[in-house]
């Protein structure tokens, strides 16, 4: 794994120091750039007392490449992030933003290998501070890396058969997190009933391997879903199965369960959509399973989760939810979500999402609720200047603790964009307010930035 991460920094600063302009054609793209921010923040480690402020240089290379065969396709975006602090620069730190996705088809339309490679920084705990452009407080870095050969092979026009198997390694910097490793199998078969409605059943094993033994178990289940096109604006897919869990050295943990999702979306108009989700499932928060083929989506997946704050993926604001981890030593949970959302997408785009989520650890004595609003809206204010705006509220509740805790956020950035160079003026606001001494504090950041892309 070191040696991995060693050789993606050295190709990252050897792409920097060539600079070369963008190669582009129709197979073949590379796009170098560099960004460089300074930043007033009020409040570094997010504290009640004793709070520590201090001025953020920020430098940050990047490169963006995209290869395309007939056998294969590779996408690799990296950005090394250095950030050196002013004041105290014993909390000066380096660290690297990974998104690799290669799929190979060594057998065209039937026979598909695809490897992936996640390099960032996630939060260790939900419950600790979290919020926009948070960089050091509870944070740590994470790596995932995957390889999944599968087979898709058409019986007929409409019926096609699926089977595959991943490999996957989750590691954390931070203590606190648990390592693991995961073999998946996946078999099935899709069919489209009819234009409109599409089935699929598949059947998956799952060997999770920990770093804490006691943590293994071996995962199985079914899952039977269906796509529907009720009309050209209303959508509706659903799935519902049934999971076991057999623990390797606690047979007394052994469960069985059935889970399940609904998701719907309506276009109220070309521009403006409504969507809505419910969903109950495991996830195991020292393990996110990639999507092997049979695999479902659930409606969860990508939905800003309350109480998560957002990290830093080449200079993109990335909610944490995205990641799909909560806690990073928790272990499995039961995940029951509801989310509801309208989406504008016009000359400006506007999202508003709420939701309510319950996480129920299995193997530790823990739940967490949130309730709240996300809202994020992009408004272009001149042919260069486009006002980035993000805002959100939960009400969270920790138990057994009983730790009651209000969150709010606020971001607004001015984008001044010009050739091959974006400007950027922000401020970000991050406040949370507990019912337990010592637990609330008050973050302010003012910052200025500009990227260069070649």
């Not at 089935?199 to 269906?226: M, N, V």
């Not at 400007?423 to 991050?430: D, E, I, P, S, V």
């Amino acid at each position: 794994m070191k040696a991995l991460k060693g050789r993606i920094v050295l190709a990252v600063l050897l792409a920097g120091c060539l600079g070369y302009s963008t190669l582009a054609w129709a197979e073949f793209r590379f796009t170098p750039g560099i960004g460089i921010r300074e930043e007033y923040n009020d409040n570094v480690n997010s504290t009640a007392g004793n709070k520590q402020e201090d001025f953020i240089t920020t430098i940050n290379p990047t490169f963006n490449l995209y290869y395309s065969r007939s056998f294969m396709d590779v996408y690799l975006d990296y950005g090394f992030r250095y950030l050196l602090y002013a004041r105290d620069t014993e909390d000066d730190q380096m660290y690297n933003n990974v998104n690799l996705q290669w799929t190979i088809r060594p057998f065209k339309d039937y026979v598909f290998i695809k490897v992936s490679d996640f390099f960032s920084r996630v939060p260790i705990d939900q419950r600790g501070p979290v919020g926009y452009e948070n960089n050091q407080a509870n944070l740590t870095n994470e790596n995932v890396f995957s390889v999944n050969p599968y087979l898709e092979y058409p019986l007929s026009g409409t019926l096609k058969v699926k089977a595959g198997y991943a490999y996957q390694n989750t590691w954390y910097e931070s203590n606190e997190g648990n390592d693991s490793e995961d073999h998946t199998f996946t078999a099935g078969i899709s069919k489209e009933l009819t234009s409109r409605v599409n089935a699929s059943l598949f059947y998956s094993y799952i060997l999770h391997r920990p770093k804490i033994s006691l943590d293994t178990y071996d995962r199985q289940g079914a899952t039977l879903g269906l796509d529907c096109k009720l009309s050209e604006k209303f959508m509706l897919d659903g799935t519902v199965g049934w999971v076991d869990f057999a623990y390797d050295q606690q047979d007394y943990r052994d469960f069985s369960s059935i889970p399940w999702s609904v998701n719907a979306s309506y276009l109220l108009s070309p521009a403006l959509k409504l969507q809505a989700g419910y969903s109950i499932d495991y996830i195991d928060s020292s393990s996110q399973t990639p999507a092997t083929a049979g695999s479902f989506t659930s409606p969860a997946q990508g939905i800003i989760y309350p109480g998560e704050g957002y990290v830093v993926v080449d200079g993109q604001q990335i909610p944490t939810s995205a990641l799909l981890l909560d806690s990073i030593g928790g272990g499995l949970y039961r995940n029951e979500i509801f989310t509801v959302g309208l989406t504008y997408s016009g000359k400006i785009t506007v999202s508003v999402t709420g939701f309510r989520d319950t996480s129920t650890y299995e193997n530790i004595n823990r739940e967490d609720k949130s309730t709240g609003v996300n809202l994020n809206a992009s408004i272009p204010l001149t042919s260069q200047i486009t006002t980035q705006l993000g805002g959100y509220y939960s009400y969270n509740e920790y138990r057994p603790d009983n730790e009651k805790v209000n969150r709010y956020g606020a971001r607004l950035a001015l984008d001044y964009a010009y050739s091959i160079t974006t400007l950027t003026l922000g401020y970000a606001y991050n406040r949370e307010d507990s019912n337990f001494a010592g637990q609330s504090y008050t973050n302010n950041i003012v910052w200025i930035g500009a990227r260069f892309v070649f």
